[in-house]
């Protein structure tokens, strides 16, 4: 069973930085590309970032280009986000998501349940 | 990266269809057949959908299609369902090889 879980998230001020993290098991982690997506609270989903299966093509919405940073350990079966100079802007739940394909193609296929950060002072 | 543009809410009653569009330009939803629809209940996680503009995962509904035609795809929802109750979103790859959601359609079954 293919599973995600997110871990990381919580209350961090303004400025301040934060890891979130998603381990995933049930499939070959290394063969597909990996998606960061948020939503704010009452909010749509925006995308934030992915990352190609080996870890050598990264794209991030212009919003947080500069302070995150998307990574992942193939060894591990892991994928990160370093979200740093945070902003109010940036509260929302953060899921990870898996590529169906490559390039685009494919859509999502699965999600984590989403983890929380809260930026706040 | 703006955002696609998708009704904010439509509603059918039980076994109607309703259909959601979704509006982007020629470099996301009108240069790419890689569209996407996902559902989302309150608190729950996406779910995918529709994928590549008219493909249904395996376990998703045939009730559940999705075509596009120039800058607009939608998704059509036949034999309305109490559980088809939630929140829809499109999503598109894009020129710049990101990806941009819409802003969500709240679906009502009256």
């Known amino acids: 069973e293919v599973q995600l879980v997110e871990s990381g998230g919580g209350l961090v001020q303004p400025g301040g930085s934060l890891r979130l993290s998603c381990a995933a098991s049930?499939?070959?982690?290394?063969?597909?590309?990996m998606t960061w997506v948020r939503q704010a609270p009452g909010k749509g989903l925006v995308w934030v970032s992915s990352?190609?299966?080996?870890?050598?093509?990264?794209y991030y919405a212009d919003s947080v280009k500069g302070r995150f940073t998307i990574s992942r350990d193939n060894a591990k079966n892991s994928l990160y986000l370093a979200m740093n100079s945070l902003r109010a802007e940036d509260t929302a739940v953060y899921y990870c998501?898996?590529?169906?394909?490559?390039?685009?193609?494919?859509?999502?296929?699965?999600w984590g349940q989403g983890i929380l950060v809260t930026v706040s002072s | 990266q703006s955002a696609l543009t998708q009704p904010a809410s439509v509603s059918g009653s039980p076994g109607q269809s309703i259909t959601i569009s979704c509006t982007g330009t020629?470099?996301?939803?009108?240069?790419?057949?890689?569209v996407s629809w996902y559902q989302q209940h309150p608190g729950k996680a996406p779910k995918l959908m529709i994928y590549?503009?008219?493909n249904r995962p395996s376990g998703v509904s045939t009730r559940f299609s999705g075509s596009k035609s120039g800058n607009t795809a939608s998704l059509t929802i036949s034999g309305l369902q109490g559980e088809d109750e939630a929140d829809y979103y499109c999503?598109?790859?894009?020129?710049?090889?990101?990806?941009?959601f819409g802003g969500g359609t709240k679906l009502t079954v009256l």
């Open positions: 998501a898996r590529n169906q394909g490559h390039y685009g193609s494919g859509g999502s296929d699965y």
């Open positions: 049930g499939f070959t982690f290394s063969s597909f590309e």
């Open positions: 990352i190609s299966n080996g870890g050598s093509t990264i």
């Open positions: 020629s470099s996301d939803v009108g240069g790419y057949n890689y």
């Open positions: 590549d503009v008219s």
């Open positions: 999503s598109s790859y894009t020129s710049t090889s990101t990806w941009v």
